[in-house]
């Protein structure tokens, strides 16, 4: 990683970016508050965005006095540069005339800026031993015994992030008030909870020796804009804000300033939120073994890493392996590289920190804890469980493979190819259909009263009794095949019962047949064999005479004219009931008259007739069972 080496501080995003590290990083370096601005302060900027790089921005005075107005201070007290890092550099060159003391660790302007130009500076060592805390009596006498003209305290510090109460920093201020100067930089004090009102704002314009330095880029989160500004007495202020550039502030900044009163609100919700993150992920490093964590007021948590553990090694291992960015602080003055700087941030990004840590340091990353759903909602609801049910996104981008198969998802069946079988099939069940619906129904109800239905089946209609009282039951699909009630042939398949030889029953009826097309008119003229006395012709029944009940089968023989016509053995027999007044014997067949040769009896049918009483007829089979009496 040669873009960390040979420099006092941290490389650039934009560095990074064009050394091709990816833009999935995790950036616990750049101390800035993630939660703001709001995505609505982001669109503002995006829509008055062409506007901002075209035009020049308002001088620094009506900036300067907008945000004293904002803060309840007074404009003449203020000065506003580039960033604190341009007061710095304006405080060193107008104000510091020989030597300046602070505290180390802390932020390295306060050391590179006054050796830069040639200025003594004088180091108190914060001891490790107690937390980098600083003892204002130890650091007033060292600044005593050095004879140090100017004293500088970051507060809270930067990188341990140890505050000093206000009591504290205002006795230390008294005890130096002979200095030429001191500064308080308050760059991070926004972010500290430990006071209601920690700053010494109001008592530096009170001071003629007192600076206060705030930086506004990260208690925004906008590092890029640049800005920041200096409260102190206005004979003190007047110096530095006289001799700053006419243009130093640029239109980011400006816009900005002036956004910032309608999200007020805002502001002061993202920083309790970044305490609450402050105080979790301070506990949740203190789990790992052999690592030291130091308690913080600023959005940063100061650790030192286990015995024989290489700062510089952990760190680009973080950022190679787990796409995470830290602070390895071995460049900065009173640290080593066994110490890290880790921005505070929510916990989805502190879960992937503490697994790099666990995994780097110790090789596994079971030293991770991982919080409860009740202690982090907001990590619930940015990375939930895959097993809760309320993630329909992950039903729709992995759909269950049973759910192909649901009638409701057509799509997913792609169209069959109709059979000629099936289309065969289709037919057969639509001219049986039509059939059914033409044939009367035989009586279900007490026939009171009773109506003559006509028969549409041979060429002689038949009288059949149906209710008039009650409705007609609706035609009912029958099975395919008709011929026998206890065996169902499936369509293209000789059904079991029919043999390939015409036997029994077809027959007899094809002899019949033939007989009647060779000499039809012997059915018309009928020659007795004897003289025998002669008999009334049987009259055919009507409706209102046959009573319900019992009854016999008889076979009626086909219209002679119709079978002079066409008659082919496709035809299927026809079982119609004829119902007799008593139960006893038939009597002999009588001799037809020529007038009604439906009274014609043929031979009775033996063993192919169903059994037992009922009203059984034979449909006339589908075109899909038509078949010829050599199975062709």
């Known amino acids: 990683m040669e873009l960390f080496r040979g420099t006092n501080h941290s490389p650039s995003y934009f560095s990074l970016s064009r050394a091709g590290v990816g833009q999935d990083v995790v950036d616990f370096c750049i101390p800035c508050n993630p939660y703001f601005p709001t995505p609505a302060m982001f669109a503002v900027l995006a829509v008055r965005l062409r506007d901002i790089l075209t035009y020049y921005p308002s001088s620094a005075d009506t900036i300067t006095a907008e945000l004293a107005s904002l803060l309840g201070l007074q404009p003449q007290t203020m000065a506003m540069g580039n960033g604190s890092t341009e007061l710095i550099t304006w405080i060193d060159h ?41 003892d204002p009596d130890a650091f007033v006498s060292f600044v005593r015994s050095r004879g140090s003209r100017v004293a500088v305290i970051c507060n809270p510090n ?17 005890a130096l008030a002979d200095l030429d100067l001191v500064v308080i930089d308050e760059s991070f004090l926004e972010f500290a909870d430990s006071e209601a009102y920690p700053s010494v704002v109001d008592e530096a314009v009170l001071r003629p020796n007192v600076i206060v330095l705030r930086s506004l880029g990260k208690n925004f989160g906008l590092h890029g804009v640049r800005f920041g500004y200096l409260v102190a007495n206005p004979a003190l202020a007047v110096q530095i804000r006289s001799r700053l550039p006419k243009w130093n502030l640029n239109s980011f900044a400006e816009v900005i300033v002036f956004m910032l009163k309608r999200y007020q609100p805002e502001y002061a919700q993202s920083l309790r939120m970044l305490s609450r993150d402050r105080q979790e992920m301070t506990a949740q490093l203190a789990n790992l073994p052999g690592l030291t964590v130091y ?32 602070r390895e602080c071995g460049n900065k003055l009173g640290s080593s590289s066994q110490f890290m700087r880790l921005v505070v941030r929510s916990q989805p990004d502190v879960q992937r920190l503490l697994t790099g840590l666990s995994t780097v340091l110790y ?16 990590y619930a609801l940015e990375q939930p469980s895959y097993a809760l049910p309320q993630q329909p996104s992950y039903a729709l981008e992995q759909p269950s493979y049973a759910s192909y198969a649901l009638p409701q998802q057509p799509s997913y069946a792609l169209p069959q190819p109709v059979t000629e079988l099936q289309m065969l099939l289709a037919s057969a069940q639509q001219q049986q259909q039509q059939q059914q619906q033409q044939q009367p129904q035989p009586a279900l109800y007490p026939a009171t009263p009773l109506q003559t239905a006509q028969d549409t089946y041979g060429g002689y209609a038949g009288q059949q009794a ?4 009650y409705p007609q039951p609706q035609p009912q699909a029958q099975p395919m095949a008709e011929l026998t009630p206890a065996a169902y042939t499936p369509a293209g398949q000789m059904p079991l019962f029919q043999s390939q030889q015409t036997t029994g029953a077809y027959a007899r009826l094809q002899a019949m047949q033939q007989a009647l097309q060779q000499a039809p008119q012997t059915l018309q003229t009928p020659q007795p064999s004897a003289p025998q006395p002669a008999e009334p012709a ?30 082919s053995m496709d035809d299927t027999l026809i079982y119609m009931p004829t119902v007799v007044a008593d139960s006893a014997p038939d009597p002999a067949p009588a001799t037809p008259a020529v ?15 169903p059994t037992g009483g009922g009203t059984m007829r034979r449909y006339p089979r589908p075109a899909a069972y038509l078949q010829t009496d050599n199975g062709s």
């Open 94 to 134: 107008l104000l510091v005339k020989e030597s300046l003391a602070v505290p180390i660790p802390t932020f390295g302007r306060w050391t590179d800026q006054p050796m830069e130009t040639g200025k003594r500076v004088d180091m108190f060592q914060l001891p490790e031993m107690d937390g980098f805390r600083l």
């Open 158 to 174: 930067n990188p341990d992030g140890g505050l000093l109460p206000r009591h504290a920093v205002v006795a230390m201020m008294d």
């Open 295 to 326: 308690p913080s007021q600023g959005n940063f948590v100061f650790v030192k890493l286990p015995e024989g553990a290489d700062g510089a090694q952990v760190r680009d291992r973080l950022l190679s392996e787990h796409g995470v960015l830290v």
């Open 363 to 378: 090789g596994t990353a079971w030293y991770a804890p991982q919080p409860s759903l009740d202690q982090q909602p907001s």
């Open 466 to 469: 149906m209710p008039a009282a």
């Open 538 to 567: 049987r009259p055919v029944q009507t409706a209102q005479q046959q009573p319900s009940g019992g009854g016999r089968m008889t076979v009626y023989a086909p219209d002679p004219a119709a079978v002079a016509g066409d008659m």
């Open 595 to 609: 007038a009604t040769p439906a009274a014609a009896t043929p031979p009775t049918m033996d063993s192919d007739e």
